[in-house]
């Protein structure tokens, strides 16, 4: 029993490592297909990790008007996008946290995000903040019915919400490259 529960432990960490480690090389690849296909050389492949290390050296700006949701909320978000991760079975098939939801739990951690990334932009309180928040909302209210929409359909060809049980679906077991793994990640 224990010896599962390591396992378990052990699996899931290597996976929010390879999400970590990964999305900064993927984030640039795509940019860097992207150029190629417009003609230009694009960035260099360990761009991400170079503006990252930028990032992380620079010194943190808040505003004496903002309060704990300001500071709180990369925190938050980054949070939920590693727990997101988690959901989606990649190092093993049988994803124990599937039971409190599966996509409609997934649903909801990417929609969690987004709450507090619209009321941060609020805190500040000018009036180029309330245009940041208006199109984080407009962005969500465009994107989220489409992808809503997309998951139930996959839903209600399984049968159920559990992430794995979607994945076992003829069509998307037969093919060698799931659109939906993509999606999710």
């Known amino acids: 029993?224990?010896?599962?529960?390591?396992?378990?432990?052990?699996?899931?960490?290597?996976?929010?490592?390879?999400?970590?480690?990964l999305s900064p090389f993927i984030n640039t690849l795509i940019k860097k297909i992207k150029a190629l296909l417009q003609g230009r050389y694009g960035p260099p492949l360990l761009q991400g990790y170079y503006d990252l290390t930028k990032y992380f050296c620079k010194e943190s700006v808040v505003s004496k008007h903002a309060s704990w949701i300001f500071i709180t909320t990369p925190y938050i978000y980054f949070a939920t996008t590693l727990f997101a991760s988690l959901l989606i079975p990649t190092f093993y098939d049988i994803a124990s946290?599937?039971?409190?939801?599966?996509?409609?739990?997934?649903?909801?951690?990417?929609?969690?995000?987004?709450?507090?990334?619209?009321?941060?932009?609020?805190?500040?309180?000018?009036?180029?903040?309330?245009?940041?928040?208006?199109?984080?909302?407009?962005?969500?209210?465009?994107?989220?019915?489409?992808?809503?929409?997309?998951?139930f359909v996959l839903v209600l060809m399984s049968g159920s919400t559990n992430i794995p049980?979607?994945?076992?679906?003829?069509?998307?077991?037969?093919?060698?490259?799931?659109?939906?793994?993509?999606?999710?990640?």
């Open 1 to 21: 029993m224990k010896l599962i529960i390591l396992q378990f432990i052990s699996l899931g960490a290597a996976q929010i490592l390879t999400v970590l480690l």
């Open 97 to 151: 946290l599937n039971v409190l939801g599966g996509i409609i739990l997934l649903i909801y951690i990417f929609g969690l995000g987004r709450f507090f990334v619209a009321i941060a932009s609020m805190e500040p309180g000018s009036g180029f903040c309330g245009m940041a928040s208006s199109r984080e909302m407009m962005l969500a209210l465009l994107i989220e019915p489409v992808m809503l929409l997309a998951l």
């Open 165 to 185: 049980s979607i994945f076992n679906l003829p069509m998307l077991s037969s093919c060698s490259f799931c659109p939906f793994y993509s999606f999710c990640c």
